[in-house]
């Protein structure tokens, strides 16, 4: 007996109500745009310059002790957060230091940490340092830079590479896809003030890849059916596309998402931004496959008359032999 | 129908083993370690076969402790400096026209300007003739040579710069020199295996593994170091107060209230030192010894002869260190630098001084610091993760799919190790982002395994048989395989041109973690798939 997530034959109407799906796909581009705007994102220290210090005691973190011990140094806007993970041993207590980027200068302050240690080392005697990163205002700006670009290039690449391999109505309806997941991604991050540093711009990107590779299979089945069935109008074939890998899709983001929430819960409080990024991808991605990549294509349409029988020819890769 | 020729077998088994083979060292790492660290003598004792391949998959600095910064070396300080040490040259030869020039006087330039005031400015056109011919060629862009110099003229102003092709090969000097010595002082500190490269026209990157902070790195890479040994003019409390021409105005390192006039041309600099070492003076006070080489104990020799019962400076940095009275000839060629020290800085300095003066100053960009300890709970609470990330992945396949589910785990544990194989052969880096790479691609690998599977099962309610099923659901599913994982290719190809420090580490196993389970997928499975088929030749198939 085999463990099946979905029945062996089905035949959901995906199409059934995509003005719905569109119109809630639509409102949470809107609100996500909205919550960006309006709160902002909560940049980590490779965007927004500065430093981050992660301070390790065996006594409880007081907050506003911390707070009350480093205000007086003058060093403008600070954010103390104590971080749990279940990992700690009992008398491990983990705070999160962040400062924001001297003025003025151009490259790091060094004599700050120096003196931030000290005072905190008078507060709490026995405390360590693990983990020290300075980022000055010049380096962030690059990195934002290079980061929005890696981001766009992504893109650009697949929309050309999809274009190659389909028809221009696939890339639109795949770069949709992404960019509502990018857009949605950025909406969450934003809505839970959750630190967005480069490692979620990896994230980010991973999820461009995870995305597309959802949206390849259902395209390709769909390019497939395409050919076989002429005579079937286009939504009943992307219908029969989706239903046709649908087992496929859920097994994967399954087996995707087992791996990822393993990582979530026991990969230790360093990466799990970074986890949590992918995990809302995957999950979205999922869904923008069926619902915003083959709604889009749907809108579209396609050329229905494929002069090239076969389903490999006329592509770089048809003559490769598995 | 479904075969594979011996020799595919053969190739598909063996490139298998090779990459398990090379994972192979990751399993004992501490052994292999130590076996690496080993002279060739001793590396038999450590007990790893030196037949077997010993490559390590690197760990970086967030996983294994220690320090990063990024540092930018500041070019055009020795523009400024360059012209600076032209200036006598330009004097004489204007000089030498004063007929026709008039009287000149050298201005307050700026940066990377020597500016010069003539007293005729009609006669601006013979002076840049005449500083023109001081010009040296240098090597161009274009390949062709052309002057190291520009020499333009702003009202009575006359203007000397440096050309581009000067600047650029400057540059060149200026960033090699400051590697170099970054190199020895680091070097010089002990540290095991630091990486200390160029970036960009004026980057460095150094790092350090396993040192706990990184202000210790930068006290001993960012002091320039500059030594030099001049003649004392005078003594004031004013610190604008006007040092006179050649001269210049110094602070004293332990007294913020005194300041010394000094002539600007050294006797001697620091480049002249042969050896310092850390070492006491006569009161019991840290301090450095020094020695000479050969030019610079004559020049000092001669200058402390000829000035016995003046005072000189010893200038570090632009601050006075001390300003002893000369006693007696110094013609030994060895002296002792006295000054307000502890034995950390006494050593310190000792260490700059042997390794040399930074050409042009340092200035940090970025810094980041990962303690041992959090490298190694990083390192645990990745490898729970990946463990039961995997483990549940198994399960899953093989409730799903399963013998071919099992097929599909061996594929996938082959896959792994396979990772690990080619992060080793290839010496990349594994950093945090990139177990996290690992774990993913845990999770993706059994996508091509699940379209292959999936469409066996499709094949099945429609071909023939069992055979035709599994060979039709390898050979429709290829170009599904082939389209997803080449756009994720590319997206992690793009993360590795664009990234920086640990995301490029995730991007390098997320790109591994594509073409091992592409591999596995095609060829491995199916391999076990037509074996166990041969073996068993079942008449309904299930999947």
Known sequence: ?322 | MLQIEGWKRFLIWATCALGLLFALPNAFYSKVETYNDASDEGKEAKGWPTFLPSGLVNLGLDLRGGAHLLGEVKLAEVYTSRLESFWPEVRNALREERATIGAIRQQDGGEAKLRVRIGKPEAMDSAIKVVQTLARPVASFSGGMTDDIVVTAVGDNLIVTLSDAEKLATDDRTMAQSLEIIRRRVDEAGTREPTIQRQGTDRILIQVPGLGSAQELKDLIGTPALLTFQAVVGETSNPNGNAGIGNELVQAADNEKTYYILERAPVVTGEDLTDAQPAFDQNGRPAVNFRFNTSGAKKFGQYTTDNIGEPFAIVLDKQVISAPRIQSAITGGSGIITGDFDVTESTRLSTLLRAGSLPASLIFLEERTVGPELGQDSIDAGKTACIVGFGAVLIFMALSYGTFGIFANIALIINVGMIFGLLSMVGATLTLPGIAGIVLTIGMAVDANVLIFERIREELKTAKGPARAIELGYEKALSAITDANITTFLTATILFIMGAGPVKGFAVTLGLGIITSVFTAIFVTRIMVVIWFEWRKPKILEV
């Open chain 1, 1 to 322: 007996m085999r463990l099946r997530l979905v029945k062996e034959h089905t035949t959901f109407n995906f199409f059934k109500m995509w003005k719905m799906w569109i119109g809630v796909s639509a409102v949470f581009v809107v609100l996500s745009i909205v919550s960006t705007v309006i709160m902002g994102l909560n940049f980590g220290i490779d965007f927004k310059g500065g430093t981050t210090i992660r301070a390790e005691s065996s006594m409880p973190v007081d907050v506003a002790t911390y707070r009350a011990a480093i205000e007086p140094l003058g060093l403008g806007d600070i954010s103390i957060a104590e971080v749990f993970d279940p990992s700690f041993r009992v008398d491990q207590h983990v705070a999160q230091i962040r400062i924001q980027a001297q003025e003025g200068q151009e490259s790091i302050a060094s004599d700050m940490v120096v003196r931030l240690e000290a005072v905190l080392q008078d507060i709490a005697p026995g405390i360590t340092f693990p983990s020290v990163e300075s980022v000055g205002p010049k380096v962030s700006g690059e990195l934002i830079q290079s980061a929005a670009l890696a981001v766009v290039i992504a893109i650009a690449v697949v929309l050309i590479y999809i274009w190659f391999r389909f028809e221009w109505q696939f890339a639109v309806g795949a770069v949709g896809a992404l960019v509502h997941d990018i857009i949605l991604t950025i909406g969450v991050f934003s809505a839970l003030q959750i630190k967005f540093d480069l490692a979620i711009i990896a994230a980010l990107l991973t999820i461009v890849g995870y995305s597309l590779n959802d949206t390849v299979v259902v395209f390709d089945r769909v390019r497939e059916n395409l050919r076989r069935y002429k005579q079937k109008n286009l939504s009943d074939v992307l219908n029969l596309s989706i239903n046709e890998t649908l087992s496929r899709t859920v097994m994967t983001s399954v087996t995707t998402l087992l791996a990822l929430t393993s990582l979530f819960v026991l990969g230790g409080d360093v990466i799990r931004g970074f986890v949590f990024a992918m995990i809302w991808g995957v999950l979205v991605g999922t869904y923008s496959s069926v619902f915003v990549a083959s709604s889009t294509l749907l809108r579209l349409g396609v050329k229905r008359d494929w002069t090239k029988p076969s389903n490999t020819d006329g592509n770089q890769f048809a003559n490769i032999d598995a």
